[in-house]
Structures are given as structure tokens and as C-alpha cells.
């Protein structure tokens, strides 16, 4: 693309951008992906959509493949990143029952924390509360905290 295509193309996605809500916006927490799922799943409904309907990371997976389906488009790389935003930020926590790979996607862990919680819950059985998950060794208890709304036990 010459120069002046490329600041075209980045004026108006730019544009897009700004029609968004402000509302809606802040309804999203600032992390990695949420400036491409904003933009993408803007185009055909509100945005804010994506937040009534609370859904599993497997639920999510089989949601962006539908609206993949419907029309959405994106590339590879925003598809990752609108799917990590999802399942780090919105995602309910199956976490009673989650694989360790769910827990790190869903909790936003290292591998080694995710691995300790799937631990503990062997050792110690299902979690019972929010303070009960506090209990799993190097486990930010903020985290948790954050998480309290989509935590299901
Ligand atoms: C090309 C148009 C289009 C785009 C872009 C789009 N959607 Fe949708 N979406 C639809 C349509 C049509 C429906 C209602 C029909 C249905 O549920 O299949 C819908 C419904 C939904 C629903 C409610 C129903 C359900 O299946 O849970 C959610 C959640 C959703 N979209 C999320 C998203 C997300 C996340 C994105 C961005 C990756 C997105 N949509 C982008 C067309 C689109």
C-alpha cells in the first residue's frame, strides 16, 4: 500500500472506531485484544452485545466461529487476540472443573499457577468459595477477586 492508502485505510478505522459508544466502551476493561474486538464486533451489532450474554471460554470458541459464519472478518491475528480478550476478561471460570490449559486462559496465570490450582483440586477437592481458591500456593488473591462475578463452583 502506498502512504496515502495506508493513512486512508488508518483515518478510517480510526472513525469507525470513535462511533462506538463511549458508554460501551468503558463497559470493556483496558487489556490486550480489546481494541479488535471492539472494532470487529461492532460492525454488524453493538459491541455491548457481547457482554449480556456471559459464556464459557469453550462457549466463546464456538461463538466467534458462528459469527465467523455470519460474516465477521478479521484476521488470524485479531481472532487470537478477540479470543484471549474473551477468555481472560470475560469468560465464566469453570473452576471446579477446568482443564489446567482453561484455568490459564480464564484465570490469565502462567501454565505453573494454572497447573497449582488443577493440583490443589486433586489434593483437596472441589473449591467451594472465592476465599477456598485464595488457598492455591502463588495464586495472586487480587486475581480472584477480580474474577468473583465469573467464577462458577
Ligand atoms: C457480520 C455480522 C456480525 C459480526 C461482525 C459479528 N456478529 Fe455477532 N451476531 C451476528 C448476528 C446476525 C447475530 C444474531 C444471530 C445469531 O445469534 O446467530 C449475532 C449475535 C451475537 C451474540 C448473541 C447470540 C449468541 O450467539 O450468543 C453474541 C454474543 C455475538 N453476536 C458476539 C459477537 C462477537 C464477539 C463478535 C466479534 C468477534 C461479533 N458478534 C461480530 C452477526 C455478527
Same mark, same amino acid.
Given at each position: 500500500?502506498?502512504? &496515502? !492508502?495506508?493513512? &486512508?485505510v488508518?483515518?478510517?478505522?480510526?472513525?469507525a +472506531?470513535?462511533?462506538?459508544? =463511549?458508554a460501551t466502551?468503558?463497559? +470493556?476493561?483496558d /487489556?490486550?485484544?480489546?481494541?479488535? *474486538?471492539?472494532? !470487529?464486533?461492532?460492525?454488524?451489532?453493538?459491541?455491548?452485545? !457481547? *457482554?449480556?450474554?456471559?459464556?464459557?471460554a469453550?462457549a466463546w470458541?464456538?461463538? *466467534?466461529?458462528t459469527?465467523?459464519r455470519?460474516g465477521?472478518? &478479521? $484476521?488470524?491475528?485479531?481472532?487470537?487476540?478477540?479470543?484471549?480478550?474473551l477468555?481472560? #476478561?470475560? /469468560? *465464566?471460570?469453570?473452576?471446579n472443573? /477446568? &482443564?489446567?490449559?482453561?484455568?490459564?486462559? $480464564?484465570?490469565?496465570v502462567? %501454565?505453573?499457577?494454572?497447573?497449582?490450582?488443577? %493440583?490443589y483440586?486433586?489434593? #483437596?477437592?472441589? +473449591? %467451594?468459595? !472465592?476465599?477456598?481458591l485464595k488457598?492455591?500456593?502463588?495464586?495472586? /488473591? =487480587? %486475581?480472584?477477586d477480580?474474577?468473583k462475578?465469573r467464577?462458577?463452583?
Amino acid at each position: 500500500m502506498t502512504r &496515502a !492508502v495506508t493513512l &486512508a485505510v488508518g483515518v478510517a478505522a480510526a472513525l469507525a +472506531f470513535l462511533t462506538i459508544s =463511549a458508554a460501551t466502551q468503558d463497559r +470493556f476493561p483496558d /487489556a490486550p485484544g480489546r481494541t479488535e *474486538l471492539l472494532r !470487529v464486533c461492532s460492525e454488524c451489532h453493538e459491541a455491548g452485545s !457481547v *457482554l449480556e450474554t456471559p459464556q464459557t471460554a469453550e462457549a466463546w470458541s464456538e461463538t *466467534l466461529a458462528t459469527m465467523a459464519r455470519q460474516g465477521a472478518e &478479521a $484476521t488470524d491475528e485479531e481472532w487470537r487476540l478477540i479470543e484471549q480478550y474473551l477468555d481472560a #476478561n470475560l /469468560a *465464566l471460570i469453570r473452576i471446579n472443573a /477446568a &482443564a489446567a490449559d482453561e484455568i490459564r486462559r $480464564t484465570m490469565d496465570v502462567t %501454565k505453573a499457577i494454572a497447573d497449582a490450582v488443577t %493440583k490443589y483440586r486433586e489434593q #483437596n477437592g472441589p +473449591f %467451594k468459595s !472465592v476465599d477456598d481458591l485464595k488457598k492455591v500456593p502463588g495464586l495472586d /488473591a =487480587a %486475581k480472584v477477586d477480580g474474577r468473583k462475578e465469573r467464577l462458577i463452583f
